[in-house]
């Protein structure tokens, strides 16, 4: 049987084959279809039903159940989705694949702004995103700071995703660049967007955290339009505000300001939490239109825009570098208003007494009164105790807009050469676009005239795609016809950077005198660093699929890349299943692959604070060509290279599925940010022979490298079983992740630490197990997840490294159907409240206090936030 799909319109052709096999035309030619069983409620009927869903992904031939792929492939249906306390896209998948890690980075600068995730335990870059078959643009938002994995990690914001816009989202859990070109390392998830003609949705949902902070708000909908006779226009929005979180204490130091008598000390001084989030919009929609009998027309896209808020460190108001002291906090950091060269020398301010101890009121010492009322001696003289006496903590944040437009058409070609082969013409353009802001600050080089907020500059991120895409059955007297696709595709990728306002990034009068240059905590982006970078790339592909018997089928694909920077690279993946018996079958593959960098990590240049050895310092991201970096050993960048390969097996017995894969994945010349390398007294006196400005003011440099190996490993395992049970129908479904990352081979760029975190801070073993109810008014769920045990880390400093013990939590949902038309929700997450792993300095490195003001380790990989509950209604028309 050879089934043609055109939205919800089909052609059917028959044929006598000894197995029934449907070739399917869905959202795109250019890449795979597969299906896969899956189960399914109507909601308010409580009737039960096995249906099959189509998945574009994954191969380019026949569609297949999942236990008949070669390859890995969950598919989560999008009312699955919906079945959790946030709105979250990254949060959602997390609690469906337990191979994916989302860390939620309390001040990480622009990482908590687009949070990366992990699947497989690589970076957020090494999964290629689709949206309907086609390439994701990536955000302009590069992690900076991103938990040692995430480092330098620049993936698509998935984030923009509502979930009441998806029909589906398909995971392939497999190595895939051969297929899909650069980035498919670890694997592909595609996001299916509704494509109904007809009915739609209304939900608005409130959810707070336990603690009673953290307030979300959503209103989102769905609904599904004829587009003329033939086609259909199917469109979703969401529209969310989410207040920020505190998982803090008030720091030791700001707590003794304040115990002194210091005025304006904030409590707590610094805020570990989620960020706040308002006015987070998005539009999706997804047209589609029946040309001729074998023709269509498709076209979708989305605007998103919102704006997020986070805080950074405290600074201290007697120690903080180039701000308040230069030498650790034993003298005051006092300007000469009249410059080096006056003549006159301003007092000196010991903070600490004969014995040693530090005054914490500065307002008590004789020198520093002198400045403050601005006395003969003092005059023109001028310390920032003066306006800000209890320190600062920066507020730093970014207005984020992502926008993106795909258009096509697709059909079968009906005479000629190719006649019967199926074809797809696309192009697509995507942009993302960041813009910084940074509050409650100061450029210190200013001195007094310092403006308190900035505007830092702004990240552009543009992408443009064209595929042709052409795949045809040949009969070879084999057991069904050989599929073999070909395609090309022209790729272009703009990362561009705009300058901030001259406040932001310039170097003031107390330059020389040691006051550090631009808005404290992110400074502007120059204009020297500012401009458009480009690169494009060109492929090819050709794609066969061999069904050698009935039960042994084999796959194979071969993709040629050539970019106009680093040049070509050419990659293979073979595949293979054997039907064992009627109830088990074999599968693997195997396969290389390569992740290009990306043209913001070759070209960005950023400066960050961060803290070293417990103390804030700022450190220069610097591109691997600058001439500081080349003598750190920085070097162009080059694509990574993968083997990976996988093998499992699948079982299907009546109401019980069950696959089980191991996989291992090597990856050589990783690309990441390397470690923040200290200069030396000779590298900065060579930097300045090169004419390299403002060098004093670095006392850190990192850049990005291909200075590492890996090698990881592992195992899932799912399973699913339904049955009739309590007078209804119950789904059981366990997930199970074992991954493991070993450094094969870095160097000192890369440091042991870092190694350790690549390795460590992930949990090893993850687990899902749910019990899904269904009755014909209600229907529920309760979600166990187990997180093994993983290194907990604290403001990114080795010496707060412990390996946390392995935890759990529980979800549950319950959901009334009050009307055919109207249902109410209500549920939690981690609803027994399980806290993260508390911070034990005691264990960790003997520190009797809690220097910066956290609670927990930020690796917790269920976050640090606690319990989360929610209610929910939904009319559905």
Same mark, same amino acid.
């Given at each position: 049987?050879?089934?043609?799909?055109?939205?919800?319109?089909?052609?059917?052709?028959?044929?006598?084959?000894?197995?029934?096999?449907?070739?399917?035309?869905?959202?795109?030619?250019?890449?795979?279809?597969?299906?896969?069983?899956?189960?399914?409620?109507?909601?308010?009927?409580?009737?039960?039903?096995?249906?099959?869903?189509?998945?574009?992904?994954?191969?380019?031939?026949?569609?297949?159940?999942?236990?008949?792929?070669?390859?890995?492939?969950?598919?989560?249906?999008?009312?699955?989705?919906?079945?959790?306390?946030?709105?979250?896209?990254?949060?959602?998948?997390?609690?469906?694949?337990?191979?994916?890690?989302?860390?939620?980075?309390?001040?990480?600068?622009?990482?908590?702004?687009?949070?990366?995730?992990?699947?497989?335990?690589?970076?957020?870059?090494?999964?290629?995103?689709?949206?309907?078959?086609?390439?994701?643009?990536?955000?302009?938002?590069?992690?900076?700071?991103?938990?040692?994995?995430?480092?330098?990690?620049?993936?698509?914001?998935?984030?923009?995703?509502?979930?009441?816009?998806?029909?589906?989202?398909?995971?392939?859990?497999?190595?895939?660049?051969?297929?899909?070109?650069?980035?498919?390392?670890?694997?592909?998830?595609?996001?299916?967007?509704?494509?109904?003609?007809?009915?739609?949705?209304?939900?608005?949902? %409130?959810?707070?955290?336990?603690?009673?902070?953290? $307030?979300?708000? /959503?209103?989102? @909908? *769905? =609904? +599904? &339009?004829?587009? #003329?006779?033939?086609?259909?226009?199917?469109?979703?929005?969401?529209?969310?505000?989410?207040?920020?979180?505190?998982?803090?204490?008030?720091?030791?130091?700001?707590?003794?300001?304040?115990?002194?008598?210091?005025?304006?000390?904030?409590?707590?001084? %610094?805020?570990?939490?989620?960020?706040?989030?308002? $006015?987070?919009? /998005?539009?999706? @929609? *997804? =047209? +589609? &239109?029946?040309? #001729?009998?074998?023709?269509?027309?498709?076209?979708?896209?989305?605007?998103?825009?919102?704006?997020?808020?986070?805080?950074?460190?405290?600074?201290?108001?007697?120690?903080?570098?180039?701000?308040?002291?230069?030498?650790?906090?034993?003298?005051?950091?006092?300007?000469?208003?009249?410059?080096?060269?006056?003549?006159?020398?301003?007092?000196?301010? *010991?903070?600490?007494?004969?014995?040693?101890?530090?005054?914490?009121?500065?307002?008590?010492?004789?020198?520093?009164?002198?400045?403050?009322?601005?006395?003969?001696?003092?005059?023109?003289?001028?310390?920032?105790?003066?306006?800000?006496?209890?320190?600062?903590?920066?507020?730093?944040?970014?207005?984020?807009?992502?926008?993106?437009?795909?258009?096509?058409?697709?059909?079968?070609?009906?005479?000629?050469?190719?006649?019967?082969?199926?074809?797809?013409?696309?192009?697509?353009?995507?942009?993302?676009?960041?813009?910084?802001?940074?509050?409650?600050?100061?450029?210190?080089?200013?001195?007094?005239?310092?403006?308190?907020?900035?505007?830092?500059?702004?990240?552009?991120?543009?992408?443009?795609?064209?595929?042709?895409?052409?795949?045809?059955?040949?009969?070879?007297?084999?057991?069904?016809?050989?599929?073999?696709?070909?395609?090309?595709?022209?790729?272009?990728?703009?990362?561009?950077?705009?300058?901030?306002?001259?406040?932001?990034?310039?170097?003031?009068?107390?330059?020389?005198?040691?006051?550090?240059?631009?808005?404290?905590?992110?400074?502007?982006?120059?204009?020297?660093?500012?401009?458009?970078?480009?690169?494009?790339?060109?492929?090819?592909?050709?794609?066969?699929?061999?069904?050698?018997?009935?039960?042994?089928?084999?796959?194979?694909?071969?993709?040629?890349?050539?970019?106009?920077?680093?040049?070509?690279?050419?990659?293979?993946?073979?595949?293979?299943?054997?039907?064992?018996?009627?109830?088990?079958?074999?599968?693997?593959?195997?396969?290389?692959?390569?992740?290009?960098?990306?043209?913001?990590?070759?070209?960005?240049?950023?400066?960050?604070?961060?803290?070293?050895?417990?103390?804030?310092?700022?450190?220069?991201?610097?591109?691997?060509?600058?001439?500081?970096?080349?003598?750190?050993?920085?070097?162009?960048?080059?694509?990574?290279?993968?083997?990976?390969?996988?093998?499992?097996?699948?079982?299907?017995?009546?109401?019980?599925?069950?696959?089980?894969?191991?996989?291992?994945?090597?990856?050589?010349?990783?690309?990441?940010?390397?470690?923040?390398?200290?200069?030396?007294?000779?590298?900065?006196?060579?930097?300045?022979?090169?004419?390299?400005?403002?060098?004093?003011?670095?006392?850190?440099?990192?850049?990005?490298?291909?200075?590492?190996?890996?090698?990881?490993?592992?195992?899932?395992?799912?399973?699913?079983?339904?049955?009739?049970?309590?007078?209804?129908?119950?789904?059981?479904?366990?997930?199970?992740?074992?991954?493991?990352?070993?450094?094969?081979?870095?160097?000192?760029?890369?440091?042991?630490?870092?190694?350790?975190?690549?390795?460590?801070?992930?949990?090893?073993?993850?687990?899902?197990?749910?019990?899904?109810?269904?009755?014909?008014?209600?229907?529920?769920?309760?979600?166990?997840?187990?997180?093994?045990?993983?290194?907990?880390?604290?403001?990114?400093?080795?010496?707060?490294?412990?390996?946390?013990?392995?935890?759990?939590?529980?979800?549950?949902?319950?959901?009334?159907?009050?009307?055919?038309?109207?249902?109410?929700?209500?549920?939690?997450?981690?609803?027994?409240?399980?806290?993260?792993?508390?911070?034990?300095?005691?264990?960790?490195?003997?520190?009797?206090?809690?220097?910066?003001?956290?609670?927990?380790?930020?690796?917790?990989?269920?976050?640090?936030?606690?319990?989360?509950?929610?209610?929910?209604?939904?009319?559905?028309?």
């Amino acid at each position: 049987m050879t089934t043609l799909i055109w939205g919800n319109r089909m052609k059917l052709k028959l044929s006598n084959v000894s197995r029934a096999i449907t070739y399917a035309l869905a959202s795109t030619a250019s890449v795979g279809l597969l299906s896969a069983t899956a189960y399914a409620e109507e909601s308010n009927e409580g009737a039960k039903k096995n249906i099959e869903k189509i998945a574009v992904v994954g191969s380019r031939a026949a569609p297949r159940s999942v236990g008949d792929s070669p390859v890995p492939v969950d598919i989560i249906g999008g009312d699955e989705l919906s079945k959790a306390g946030g709105d979250d896209m990254l949060e959602l998948l997390k609690g469906s694949v337990p191979s994916l890690n989302v860390h939620q980075n309390p001040i990480s600068d622009a990482a908590s702004l687009v949070r990366p995730a992990n699947l497989r335990g690589l970076p957020a870059d090494s999964t290629l995103i689709l949206l309907n078959g086609k390439r994701r643009h990536r955000s302009s938002v590069i992690a900076f700071l991103g938990g040692g994995i995430n480092d330098g990690a620049q993936g698509p914001d998935i984030s923009v995703i509502p979930s009441i816009a998806l029909k589906q989202v398909e995971v392939l859990r497999d190595g895939a660049a051969a297929q899909y070109g650069s980035d498919a390392i670890a694997g592909v998830i595609n996001f299916v967007l509704k494509d109904a003609s007809e009915g739609g949705s209304f939900a608005v949902k %409130q959810g707070q955290y336990f603690e009673g902070d953290g $307030d979300t708000t /959503t209103i989102e @909908g *769905n =609904v +599904g &339009l004829p587009f #003329s006779d033939d086609g259909f226009a199917n469109l979703s929005f969401q529209y969310k505000n989410s207040d920020a979180t505190s998982r803090s204490v008030q720091r030791p130091d700001a707590a003794a300001y304040d115990a002194a008598g210091v005025p304006g000390v904030r409590n707590p001084a %610094q805020v570990w939490g989620a960020p706040e989030i308002k $006015d987070d919009f /998005t539009l999706f @929609g *997804n =047209v +589609g &239109l029946e040309l #001729s009998n074998s023709s269509e027309f498709y076209m979708f896209g989305n605007y998103s825009e919102r704006d997020v808020k986070g805080g950074f460190y405290y600074r201290n108001p007697q120690t903080r570098p180039q701000v308040y002291s230069n030498d650790g906090g034993d003298t005051l950091l006092v300007a000469d208003l009249d410059g080096l060269d006056s003549g006159i020398s301003c007092p000196t301010v *010991n903070l600490k007494d004969a014995d040693g101890n530090r005054i914490l009121d500065v307002t008590q010492i004789a020198a520093y009164q002198q400045i403050a009322s601005n006395s003969d001696i003092g005059q023109n003289c001028f310390a920032f105790n003066e306006i800000l006496p209890a320190g600062f903590t920066p507020f730093f944040g970014g207005n984020i807009t992502d926008t993106s437009f795909t258009v096509g058409t697709k059909g079968e070609i009906e005479s000629g050469t190719f006649e019967g082969a199926y074809y797809d013409l696309s192009g697509s353009v995507g942009r993302n676009e960041s813009r910084y802001f940074i509050t409650n600050t100061v450029n210190a080089s200013l001195g007094a005239e310092t403006p308190m907020d900035f505007s830092p500059g702004k990240y552009i991120q543009l992408e443009k795609n064209f595929n042709a895409d052409i795949s045809k059955g040949y009969d070879f007297g084999l057991a069904y016809d050989v599929n073999v696709a070909a395609g090309l595709e022209w790729h272009e990728e703009t990362f561009e950077v705009i300058a901030g306002d001259e406040a932001s990034f310039i170097a003031g009068p107390l330059t020389q005198q040691g006051f550090g240059i631009g808005s404290n905590g992110f400074p502007g982006f120059k204009p020297s660093a500012a401009g458009e970078f480009t690169r494009r790339n060109y492929a090819a592909y050709v794609d066969i699929e061999t069904p050698f018997t009935d039960e042994f089928l084999m796959g194979w694909a071969l993709r040629y890349e050539d970019y106009d920077s680093f040049g070509s690279t050419t990659n293979y993946k073979v595949t293979g299943q054997y039907q064992l018996t009627d109830d088990l079958s074999l599968r693997g593959s195997m396969s290389t692959g390569f992740r290009a960098p990306t043209v913001g990590q070759a070209n960005v240049s950023n400066v960050q604070t961060n803290l070293s050895s417990g103390v804030l310092v700022d450190s220069a991201l610097l591109p691997p060509t600058n001439p500081v970096s080349q003598i750190l050993g920085g070097t162009e960048l080059q694509p990574e290279e993968s083997e990976s390969y996988t093998f499992g097996a699948v079982y299907q017995s009546g109401d019980l599925f069950l696959t089980i894969d191991y996989y291992n994945i090597k990856v050589e010349d990783r690309i990441s940010q390397s470690d923040k390398i200290n200069l030396t007294d000779e590298q900065k006196v060579a930097l300045k022979a090169d004419g390299v400005p403002n060098v004093d003011s670095i006392a850190q440099v990192s850049f990005f490298t291909n200075d590492f190996d890996t090698t990881t490993q592992g195992v899932d395992l799912v399973a699913n079983y339904s049955m009739d049970l309590l007078g209804g129908y119950a789904t059981f479904s366990m997930a199970y992740n074992w991954n493991e990352t070993t450094v094969d081979k870095f160097s000192a760029i890369t440091g042991d630490f870092k190694v350790k975190r690549l390795e460590e801070d992930l949990p090893q073993h993850r687990a899902t197990y749910t019990w899904s109810q269904q009755w014909e008014d209600f229907s529920g769920f309760i979600r166990y997840n187990y997180f093994g045990e993983y290194q907990g880390v604290h403001v990114d400093y080795d010496a707060t490294a412990i390996m946390a013990d392995p935890s759990f939590t529980f979800d549950a949902e319950v959901t009334y159907y009050a009307t055919e038309s109207l249902s109410f929700t209500a549920g939690a997450n981690n609803i027994f409240d399980q806290e993260p792993e508390k911070l034990d300095f005691e264990r960790a490195t003997g520190i009797p206090n809690n220097n910066w003001g956290g609670k927990y380790y930020e690796t917790s990989p269920y976050g640090i936030n606690g319990g989360f509950y929610y209610v929910k209604a939904t009319y559905t028309f």
